[in-house]
């Protein structure tokens, strides 16, 4: 008898672990903010100054007023 209520338990304590889990990613994902560009366009992109003033985003997505790249 004392052999499900340990199953029992140890479910319990993987699925709260596993919502745990699954909550700090997806907090960490939105968090997160897309990258502008990649280093190979900032190179190039740093020596036309009017480049330099929009970020690079990639293609399909163009620059919100905040900065973040959204798919157009």
């Known amino acids: ?6 199953f029992r338990i140890l479910g319990c ?3 709260v672990t596993l919502i745990l889990v699954i ?3 997806l907090s960490k994902q939105c968090m997160v903010q897309p ?10 992109s740093s ?3 009017s480049s330099s ?3 690079a985003c990639k293609a399909g997505y163009t620059p919100n007023e905040n900065g ?3 798919p157009t």
Do not use: E, G, L, Q
């Open 23 to 25: 909550a700090v990613k």
């Open 13 to 15: 304590i993987v699925m």
């Open 1 to 6: 008898m004392a052999k499900p209520d340990m």
């Open 35 to 44: 990258p502008m560009s990649t280093p190979s366009v900032t190179a190039s």
């Open 53 to 55: 003033s929009t970020p």
């Open 68 to 70: 973040f790249c959204m």
């Open 47 to 49: 020596s036309t100054p």
